[in-house]
């Protein structure tokens, strides 16, 4: 899926944000890799073996803003503030469940 960014006509910041958030991805993309090639050499396969399911490039960045939350808040509902425990999807998270 392209990747999709608002117009930024004018707006040398959100211009700015966008380039730099766009190489933040790339740089991730390529940790996501390395990350799944040390998992194949701990596994004893062969260290390229994930290649082929992490060169398509389909990582998603997600960027999340919680606004800040009382403290009362996390004593009244007991610490569960927002979203409970949970798996995100993707190769690292759903391997590190297998764990």
Known sequence: ????WPPVEGDEAAAEFGEF????HATCA????EVMR??????GIEERWFD??????DNTLRLLHYPEVPKD???KNKGQVRAGSHSD???ISEFLCLL
């Open 52 to 57: 082929e399911y992490t060169d398509g490039r």
């Open 38 to 43: 040390a998992v194949a050499l701990g596994l």
């Open 73 to 75: 808040v996390f004593k």
């Open 21 to 24: 958030m766009r190489g933040f």
């Open 89 to 91: 999807y993707g190769s």
């Open 30 to 33: 390529e940790l996501h890799a």
């Open 1 to 4: 899926m392209p990747n999709h």
